[in-house]
């Protein structure tokens, strides 16, 4: 089965710092990648998916990813982040009909 | 707010109970996931229901009893649990079944077993 590696568990920034958080998955064949985030006390949300096409691919709150293939990477950033992008942020990867596997996890804290 | 309904929010049950969790889903879609997260950790996926037959089980242990009784609602039967057992239980759908579909999460409900 894949596997999916976020490499920051807890990642501290102050407003309009730039983003980048890190993610490797395992798997030989064709994946589907996605980026969720949890607000505190909300449910899951995507962020942003790729399944094909441009490997750049942006999402929601101005957020995007970039997918390396080479690298089996799916990296997600920001340029700019603000006080409400704090949140727990999930890379999940979906290798097979709807097995979708989720990373650790980052934890983002955005200083005011 | 989410389009996925979880009943009860907060469930509080003894090892000897048999309880029940339900989610909801009026959005066509015809993949209904459960999944385990424990504080501070990713979900755990546990079991996928594509078309209302099942299709994943993760070697959950049978105090555990999916069950999908139509397209939109999904039950998870709970007996003789471990205060192990205590986690947030999601319950999301996805569209279609080729893995492209993002997957929408509902509010979890918050299992203690004591």
């Known amino acids: 089965a894949q596997s999916v590696s976020q490499h920051n568990h807890h990642v501290i920034l102050s407003e309009a710092a730039s983003l980048e958080l890190g993610c490797n998955y395992s798997?030989?064949?064709?994946?589907?990648l996605f980026w969720y985030v949890q607000y505190p006390g909300q449910h899951l949300q995507l962020l942003l998916k790729?399944?094909?096409?441009?490997?750049l691919v942006k999402g929601i709150k101005g957020f995007e990813a970039e997918f390396i293939k080479s690298k089996f990477s799916f990296n997600l950033r920001k340029p700019s982040v603000q006080w409400s992008d704090t949140a727990e942020y999930f890379c999940?990867?979906?290798?097979?009909?709807?097995?979708?596997?989720f990373g650790a996890g980052t934890r983002l804290t955005v200083k005011p | 707010d989410t389009e996925v309904t979880q009943t009860p929010k907060h469930l509080v049950m003894g090892m000897t109970n048999k309880k029940s969790l339900k989610c909801e889903q009026h959005?066509?879609?015809?993949?209904m996931y459960w999944y385990k997260q424990k504080a501070k950790k990713p979900p755990e996926l546990m079991f996928v229901?594509?078309?209302?037959?099942?299709?994943i089980n993760e070697s959950v242990p049978s105090r555990f009893s999916p069950e999908c009784p139509n397209s939109s609602l999904l039950n998870l039967h709970l007996h003789a649990l471990q205060p192990e057992d205590s986690a947030l239980y999601l319950c999301?759908?996805?569209?279609?079944?080729?893995?492209?579909?993002?997957?929408?999460f509902g509010n979890g409900t918050r299992l203690t077993v004591t």
């Open positions: 999301a759908s996805s569209q279609d079944l080729q893995g492209h579909s993002p997957l929408h």
């Open positions: 798997y030989g064949g064709t994946v589907n």
């Open positions: 790729y399944f094909s096409g441009d490997p």
């Open positions: 999940a990867v979906n290798a097979r009909n709807n097995d979708m596997r």
């Open positions: 959005m066509g879609h015809r993949a």
């Open positions: 229901y594509s078309y209302e037959k099942l299709s």
